[in-house]
Structure formats: C-alpha cells, structure tokens
C-alpha cells in the first residue's frame, strides 16, 4: 500500500505553486527586469522558466516514454525555450503559472500508482540507469523551489520581504502578543 501517490503529489505541487504566485505578484513589474548577476536570468525569465517547467513532465509521463534516450533532447530544449521566450508581461507569466499549474496538478491526480511504478530508463551512463515515474515526478516540485529560493533571495534585494517570512512574523506577533513579551525584531 503506497501512503504518497497522486493524489498527494497534486496536493504538494498546489502548495509550492501557490506560493511561487505569491512570489511572482509581491515582486513589482519594474523589477521584472532585475538580474542577480550578468549571466542569471531576469525575475521575468526565470518565472517564465517556472511557468513552463511542467510541460516536459507532462509529456514525458502523459506519452509514458520509457527511455530517455529516445529523445530528442536539444529539439525538447529548443520548444521549452520558445514557450518561455513567449512570456513577457507580468499578467501573461501570472497567467502561465496558473494554468498550467491547474493543468499540471490535474494530471498528477490522475496517475495510478501503477504508473507512478513503472519505471524509465535514463541515458546511457547515467547512474542510477532506471527511475520510478514517482521519482521522476517529484522533480518539477522540486526544481520549481530551486528556483523559487532563487526568486526570494532576489524579493529581499530589491526591497520586498517574502510573504513566508511576513507570515511568519505575524504568527510571531500573535503569539508574543498573547504572552505579554515583546516581537523579536524582523530579520
């Protein structure tokens, strides 16, 4: 009996999107052009980047590839690379990273644990040389909060504090407030 499967991939990528939206609106439109560093990409690209970073799982695991290396790989990135390069304003990416998240999230809770089983070779040489489906799947999730640290690190640069850390500060406040003491300063 598996306690994790669609159902509760779905419901883990809902909750690290939802945030990344938060990130993507607390960030004003004119710092949407902000680069970290020369060669990173700007706030815009690299939401952008979010908003399309589950079409390759959705296709890999909707057309149940089971070999990496059929794949056209350079072609693959080519498509990705149009897709993001599509969206330019803030309302389009808001737009991206909700439909397909939706679409996303949709998908996952339709996988049967049979699917999320089977298991897809990686390119020669790689080690390990199999992964489950499952396996494979948490890695959108996972590059989506890569990215998205990358994104709050940038909000604390141009003078936004991230909505975790305003949360946290306000459950703080409450609960000082509750005992008498005083809310430790805000870092």
């Not at 909750?15 to 706030?43: C, G, H, L, W």
């Given at each position: ?6 159902k ?8 690290v999107r939802?945030?990344?939206?938060q ?7 004119n710092?949407?052009?902000f680069?970290a560093?020369?060669e990173s990409r700007?706030?815009?690209q ?14 890999l ?12 790989f350079p ?21 991206a ?6 679409k996303f999230?949709k998908f996952?809770e339709?996988l ?8 897809v070779a990686m ?6 040389a ?10 959108p999730?996972?590059?989506e ?10 909000q ?15 459950q ?5 407030a509750?005992n ?8």
């Amino acid at each position: 009996m598996n306690y994790y499967g669609g159902k509760e991939l779905a419901a883990a990528f809902r909750t690290v999107r939802k945030n990344t939206i938060q990130v993507a609106q607390d960030i004003p439109e004119n710092r949407y052009d902000f680069k970290a560093a020369p060669e990173s990409r700007t706030v815009a690209q690299t939401l952008a980047h979010i908003a399309c970073g589950t079409n390759f799982a959705q296709y890999l695991h909707g057309e149940r590839v089971d070999n990496l290396a059929k794949l056209n790989f350079p072609e693959i990135m080519q498509k990705a690379a149009a897709d993001e390069a599509k969206l330019r304003t803030k309302p389009e990416i808001l737009a991206a990273l909700q439909t397909n998240g939706d679409k996303f999230a949709k998908f996952l809770e339709s996988l049967p644990d049979s699917v999320l089983a089977e298991t897809v070779a990686m390119p020669p040489g790689a080690d390990p040389a199999t992964k489950t489906r499952f396996e494979m799947l948490l890695s959108p999730k996972e590059h989506e909060m890569h990215h998205r640290g990358q994104l709050m690190t940038i909000q604390r640069i141009v003078g936004v504090v991230p909505h975790l850390t305003r949360q946290r500060q306000e459950q703080m406040a409450r609960a000082t407030a509750g005992n008498g003491q005083q809310a430790p300063a805000a870092r």
